[in-house]
DNA sequence: TATTTGCATTGTAAACAATACAAATTTATA
DNA sequence: TATAAATTTGTATTGTTTACAATGCAAATA
């Protein structure tokens, strides 16, 4: 039910469902990797060889603007995104690269901005360091 | 007293002085604004003519690689650059674009990464959403 | 005072991400 | 089926950022 799941999503959202725009959708949903446009583009046009990269800008973007995704702008380099909308952190590594899922730490309900001067809308947060794996290499 | 201030930043962050280099960190330290390499280059031009972009890129990512500012990638057009590196949060307007200062919320301290898989080196919380005075103009 | 050394700066070229836009295609609706 | 609306495509363009080679400059050394 590979495209089921990828559908019900869409219509959730009030997304107009196209080929496209579920292929993308179950992309972001079966890979948990934060990818980037390029990453999707690339991915998907193996079995849409029609696939444009502009479609991908516009869909990932219409995707958040819906709540349906979520951007993320940690990598200063390209933006990435994340099909996981619930409320959660991350973590970047920053000798791999890699983006990782944090839990949010138990006290973050009552984080609101202490100002009232502001409607709040989103919040991010997340954290750079060094992972695990990367503090295990020897070589700095 | 204006750039001795600067020096005294340089300085207490390992970072060889010289005069774009000064200057460049007295700009962060009087303009709380956020600037992004472009306002710095343009601004700064006036008094240093030779002044190139790619010496304010470079410099600006000295201070971030050393600790002397704060890199922030929270509008996706644009990096932008803080002065400021004592604990603070951020809140953008999605309507004007502002980036503002925000205090951390109390609870903030306990707020580390559960999972203890990770060394983290920079933590990083902003909201988005509508400012006060956005929020007050009639017009969507 | 010359020479050397090394870092900082400059400026151009290139890479790359992202957007604009118009044509083509698909989908929905009458 | 015809028509309108929405979506996709592909190219051209913009703009940001980096790479890199050349130059400048200042402190250290001879």
């Known amino acids: 039910m590979t495209d089921r799941n990828a559908l019900d999503t869409l219509q959730r959202y009030g997304i107009h469902p196209s080929v496209q725009r579920i292929a993308i959708m179950d992309y972001l949903l079966k890979h948990c990797t934060h990818p ?52 959660h952190a991350h973590f970047m590594c920053k000798r791999c690269g890699r983006l990782m899922d944090v839990q949010l730490p138990g006290c973050f309900q009552e ?28 070589n700095a």
């Open 36 to 87: 980037t446009v390029d990453e999707v583009y690339v991915a998907l046009g193996k079995d849409i060889p029609t696939l444009s990269k502009t479609t991908v800008y516009n869909t990932l973007r219409l995707f958040a603007e819906h709540g349906a995704a979520q951007m993320l702008t940690i990598d200063e380099k390209k933006v990435c995104f994340d099909g996981v909308v619930t409320s």
């Open 111 to 138: 984080c609101q901005p202490a100002e009232a001067d502001f409607i709040v809308e989103e919040t991010h947060l997340y954290y750079k360091g060094v992972c695990k794996s990367c503090a295990h290499k020897v």
